[in-house]
């Protein structure tokens, strides 16, 4: 299987920051990788699918990069309603394993 | 509206069985792959397993294989997760997701199960 690692595991953060959370697989996995947010008590949200790719919906201010084994997703200018965990997630092979998430809190 | 919605969540003891429904609507369900993904609550998020279009294809995690079955009723627009031989560990939400080109799209809001004696 291929293991997801993502750092840090949670950050604080301030209305206007620019956050980067990292990502980091096991094994290659192309540009097989997606980011979901995730707010408390409600399912994930697909923010970015096949690295770099923003979902419909999804502000700009979210964007993705990386191949192989590195990803980032960064939040350029942060929001008070992108206050929530962040998960990586490879879909290069089964089983679809997710990183352990990353929380960002105030 | 495009949405899943789970159903069949709730109290189970140990060693016991639970099946999961999740009916989809405002889309052709027949053509996309449909997953399970659960998380224990404050927890991250784990893939249980996966179908695909047709039923030709499962695969399950490993701490599920040979416990739990993944199907689908094309012509119902329903998923379904049959659990046997639940432990305390399978203790989570539980999400049906639809699959669009490797992402997961549209997350069901999730049935709770709880294994306990």
């Known amino acids: 299987d291929i293991q997801m690692t993502q750092s840090p595991s949670s950050l604080s953060a301030s209305v206007g920051d620019r956050v980067t959370i990292t990502c980091r697989a096991s094994q290659y996995i192309g540009t097989y990788l997606n980011w979901y947010q995730q707010k408390p008590g409600k399912a994930p949200k697909l923010l970015l699918y096949a690295s770099s790719s923003l979902q419909s919906g999804v502000p700009s201010r979210f964007s993705g990069s990386g191949s192989g084994t590195d990803f980032t997703l960064t939040i350029s200018t942060l929001q008070p309603e992108d206050f929530a965990t962040y998960y990586c997630?490879?879909?290069?092979?089964?089983?679809?394993?997710f990183g352990g998430g990353t929380k960002v809190e105030i | 509206e495009v949405q899943m919605v789970e159903s069949g969540g709730g109290l189970v003891q140990p060693g016991g069985s639970l099946r999961l429904s999740c009916a989809a609507s405002?889309?052709?369900?027949?053509?996309?792959?449909m997953h399970w993904v659960r998380q224990v609550p404050g927890k991250g998020l784990v893939w249980v397993a996966r179908?695909?279009?047709?039923?030709?294809?499962?695969h399950y995690a490993d701490f599920v294989k040979g416990r739990f079955t993944i199907s689908r009723d094309n012509a119902k627009s329903t998923l379904s997760l049959h659990m046997n031989s639940l432990r305390d560990e399978d203790t989570a939400v539980y999400y049906c997701?639809?699959?669009?080109?490797?992402?997961?799209?549209?997350w069901g809001q999730g049935t709770k199960v709880t294994v306990s004696s």
């Open positions: 179908i695909n279009s047709d039923e030709t294809s499962r």
């Open positions: 405002g889309f052709t369900f027949a053509d996309y792959w």
């Open positions: 997701v639809r699959d669009w080109i490797g992402g997961f799209d549209i």
């Open positions: 997630q490879q879909f290069y092979s089964t089983p679809r394993t």
